[in-house]
C-alpha cells in the first residue's frame, strides 16, 4: 500500500522522539501525526524512552518508498500513512494521522479469511500470531505500552473483535 497523499484539512506534525532498541541502544526517531496527537506521543514516547521500552526503529514510511508492507517488514514504528481501511474505500486513521503502529513485525495484524486461513501483515510475521509466547517487543494487554496509549485516550487494536491489530493504537 502507497502513503503519499495527504487529505484535505489534515494538519500534520513531525516530532522527534528517543527510543531504546532491543540492544539497548538509544536511537533518534521521527514520526510524522496529527497535530491533535503530537502532544500525547511526545508524552508516550517519552515516558517509554525512560523505561527503556524497546522499539527497534522509528522513521517516517516516506523512507521505505511510502510502501507500508516495506516498513512493516522492517519492523519500523509508523503513524501517517494515507490508505484506505483494507477492503473499503473509507479513509484509515493513518491517513488522519491519527494511528500509531509500534515494533508491527513482532505485533502483527491477524484476520481469518472465509476459508480459514490467516492473512497476516507484515507478510512475514506469521511466527508472532501466537500470543501465548514470549518474545521481545511483543505488545500484550497491561504492558508498559499498552497502559500509556490508553490512558491518553488511545484503543488498542489487539481488543478488536473481527481482527487483532497487535501493533495499533488509534485515537
Same mark, same amino acid.
Given at each position: ?34 497535530? @491533535? ?81 490467516? @492473512? ?23 504492558? @508498559?505500552?499498552?497502559? @500509556? ?23
Amino acid at each position: 500500500m502507497r502513503c503519499n497523499a495527504q487529505p484535505a484539512g489534515v494538519t500534520l506534525d513531525t516530532i522527534s522522539v528517543l527510543h531504546v532498541d532491543a540492544s539497548g541502544n538509544t536511537r533518534h526517531g521521527t514520526l510524522i501525526c496529527n497535530r @491533535l496527537i503530537a502532544a500525547d506521543l511526545r508524552e508516550i514516547f517519552d515516558s517509554l524512552y525512560k523505561a527503556r521500552y524497546p522499539i527497534e526503529l522509528i522513521r517516517p514510511i516516506s523512507e521505505f518508498g511510502d510502501d507500508d508492507e516495506q516498513s512493516m517488514r522492517a519492523d519500523n514504528t509508523s503513524c501517517y500513512c494515507y490508505r484506505p481501511v483494507a477492503g473499503s474505500k473509507k479513509l484509515s486513521k493513518h491517513a488522519l494521522g491519527l494511528a500509531i503502529d509500534i515494533n508491527p513485525l513482532y505485533n502483527p495484524c491477524v484476520r481469518r479469511r472465509k476459508d480459514g486461513t490467516l @492473512l497476516v501483515q507484515p507478510q512475514t510475521a506469521a511466527k508472532y500470531t501466537d500470543r501465548s509466547r514470549n518474545f521481545r517487543y511483543k505488545i500484550s494487554r497491561g504492558d @508498559l505500552c499498552y497502559r @500509556l496509549f490508553l490512558s491518553h485516550g488511545f484503543r488498542w487494536g489487539g481488543e478488536w473483535l473481527t481482527l487483532k491489530d497487535y501493533q495499533h493504537f488509534e485515537k
